[in-house]
């Protein structure tokens, strides 16, 4: 089971932490992607890390990290210099390694935490 956590509302330009969580299965045996998805809009891969690679959708390069801390069994999302236009419900999910071409794929993906609201506005 994956849960995520650390949305919340926060002012442009703001930062955000947030977290996912496992249960049940080691999360360091898997990739971990963070999606996210705003209303009316599709699912988008925002990050997604695996051993040896941390890869960024182009809109959150330079802003966003992904790190790992295997003895917490947690996957971060470190959000940095907000804008509006990342308000969305934020998902991470689990999947085998992935090439680096399908990791934005949600497909791919064999569990999914529930979402975590990110809202950023003034």
């Known amino acids: 089971q994956l849960q995520a956590f650390g949305g919340g509302l926060v002012q442009p330009g703001g930062s955000l932490r947030l977290l996912c969580a496992a249960s049940?299965?080691?999360?360091?045996?898997?990739?971990i992607g963070w999606f996210r998805q705003a209303p009316g809009k599709e699912r988008e891969a925002v990050s997604y890390?695996?051993?040896?690679?941390?890869l960024y959708a182009d809109s959150v390069k330079g802003r966003f990290t992904i790190s790992r801390d295997n003895a917490k069994n947690t996957v971060y999302l470190q959000m940095n210099s907000l804008k509006p236009e990342d308000t969305a419900v934020y998902y991470c999910?689990?999947?085998?390694?992935?090439?680096?071409?399908?990791?934005?794929?949600?497909?791919?993906?064999?569990?999914w935490g529930q979402g975590t609201l990110v809202t950023v506005s003034s």
């Open positions: 890390i695996n051993v040896g690679r941390k």
């Open positions: 049940g299965f080691a999360l360091d045996a898997y990739g």
């Open positions: 999910a689990s999947a085998p390694s992935l090439p680096s071409g399908l990791w934005r794929v949600p497909s791919y993906y064999n569990y």
